[in-house]
């Protein structure tokens, strides 16, 4: 029998002492794919950049086909035929597609010029294998978020891998966007290739994977071919629970409208847009990346220029800039935790009243430190915040804390009208699950709350009522036991329109 | 002993970074020379730092939020231009000595607010990078100081100026009283106010603080403003100190001691993180090199040498940090 491409024995990796991975044993084979699941923190990512070469493990070996490997350094994994596509965008983004592609290992002619006819040639191949809608000259800048993502993937293709890992590839992506990548994945397990596909989308993993591994605080939980497993089972080997269970009941709301919004439209986003929110309600916005749900959201906060009627309360609220609609009752989790919602040189506690920090003002501007640090006190114990110093830099917390904190933040001026945008991405089942809690206890308290989100499980699990968006303009909507995947995606794609309720 | 060590251990290393640097430099200048102790040598020391050290707070605030204001040594002399001839105007048009050396400060403080605003509106409304604005102003402010003095230089026709500028209350120079007096306000503003909060949330990540209904551009704009007023207030100082303002000369090098001195007190280059006090220690540390240099014989001209070698060291170390 062959030996398995990839195998490691007795794997083991600690930070100062600390045991994150934890002796793990596994075969990566040609022609599979395997799903890597767990928690955040449960040890993925450190088995991955191990394999990868960006880690060197304590202990352990790894072998390829057989033969004791070490790798000294990314590169020398790639050499080695190990590929990774990143979670975090990796691209230089003033140069141009095809540039990022072969940046560092460009292709040369005459051993020192640049062969950039073959490299644009190549670029442009895969591409097109991909389905992107992108030339290789476009410049990185001005790309989408999903686009960035699949120029991540060309970057890992472009050389022959024999093994590529995927990190969480789908969470920027749409469903066709999605679709597309397992028919890649596919086409390249057919041709030998072996992957390696780490989720939190437990479907997507029963959809796509071969065989499935799980861990769980740096330890193998369980290893078992695709058929054997349901999602609900892989969800409680991730954390000893079922993954129905993680969403909270549903509430139909009959409370009085908070917010009414009549005829909005903000040029190059969004065109005649109507819609209301009840007390109590959590109204869904989906539709594919790019259809103008996040614009409303900011249109809404005054970040962006909007014209027509917003209402919260009856009151005309529509907002010239950010202050004036926190006066009003808006409050905004944006989907870009990193780029515009907590400030990681900052302290936990200051995150938390940035936005209500006029609130914290005994003397007209001077803080009241106390005040503060009382009431980030009760975010935390609220929000189950693993924090014991509220004055710790706000990096020093996990990821999904680090959310639970935004949260905080965008709640802490007790906004009427809460917009969150992908409100759990990139965090746990444990700390989604919390998440999905708070926004239901919110709804429960009298809020309106919008939520904006990509995952289709997300917005069937938590909203009564869903809005469909398509380029710019409201297509449909959606209410109780209509509220259903395969009648979102027809309309957020255009093959169906209409309201029904 | 060992609750000392722990206590060190537990110390917040980057704040006091910068006052552990002085107190070695002060030993290690305490042994060097016998003379560096006296007390008129301390005093010295605090003196000439003031000018610049004054002016360093108010460039906390700029790179803070993520800036920097190159004009103003310039501004200084511009400033203090302006001050001179309303001094001597008001002498000469009659007024009582304190009143026209009150209405020189008063100009000399408004001019520098009315300096900084401009750089801050071109910044903030004008849409301009920082770098660019203020090597634009840096230009025209000594061309403009230059022009009015024909190069040369305003004598000022009050005795009383020159006086209050070599003043000493209670035996300490009055540069330095003013030097400490508004650190403490300014520390205050940037420690405890929402103003200061806002200054470095801004430097921290503009993006978040527009989202987090942050007014970002008024912040900066505040961080110009105060970096101006700062100037006026050095300019005056300066001014009565010689008594007089020299066009050509006034304020030469002053952007590079004080964006020196926030750097050596620990303020991030990139913004979002410092301390108004590390600022007044990295102003003293400059003054106490000098000083050093020019006990143990070293040309002064190979003064500038030492000081870019601690600007590029203090940014080394910050990097080897982060």
Redesign the interface.
Known sequence: MTPPLFRVRRLRKEFAGNAVLRDVDAEIRRGEILGLIGENGAGKSTFMKILSGIYEPTSGTLELEGRPIAFDSPSDARRAGVSIVPQEFNLAKDLSVEENVFLGAELLKLRRVLDRTGMRVRTAQLLAELGANVSPQDRIEGLSAAQKQLVEVCKALAFDASLLILDEPTTMLTRREIDRLFALMRSLKARGMALVYVSHKLAEVKAICDRVMVLKDGELVREAPIAEIEPPEMARCMVGRELREIFPPKRKAVGPVVLEVRGLSSPGAFTDVSFTVREGEILGFAGLVGAGRTQIAEAL?G?RPSSGVVRVGGKEARAR???Q??RQGFG?L?EDRQ????????GIA?NMT??S??DY?SLP???D?DKEVAKARTWRDRFGIKASNLAAPLESLSGGNQQKVFLA?TLDPGPRVVMVDEPTRGVDVAAKQEIYRFLAELAAKGAAVVLISSELEEIIGMCDRVVVMREGRIVGELEGNHVEEREIMYMATGLRTGANA | MNAALSFLQRVDKERYAAFVALAILTVVSALLSPFFLQWQNLLNIIRQVSYTGIIALGMTFVIVSGGIDLSVGSMAAFVGCLAILVLNGSFEAGWPEGTAVAAAVACAMFAGLACGLANGLLVTKGKIAPFIVTLGTMALFRSLSLYMANAGEFRSASSLFGELGSSAPLGIPLPAFILVGLAAALAFIFGRTRYGRYTRAVGSNSRVALYSAIDVDTTRLAAYTVTGAMVGVSSVLISMRFNSVGSSTLGVNYELDAIAAVIIGGTSMSGGRGTVWGTVVGAITLGVINNMLNMVGISPYLQGTVKGLVIIGAVFIQRQRQ
Request: proline share 0%.
């Open positions: 906060m970040l800039d950010a202050k609609a926190v905004y944006s780029g515009s919602g907590v400030l990681t040189g900052f200051e940035l936005v920090l006029r003002a501007f001077v803080i430190r933040k």
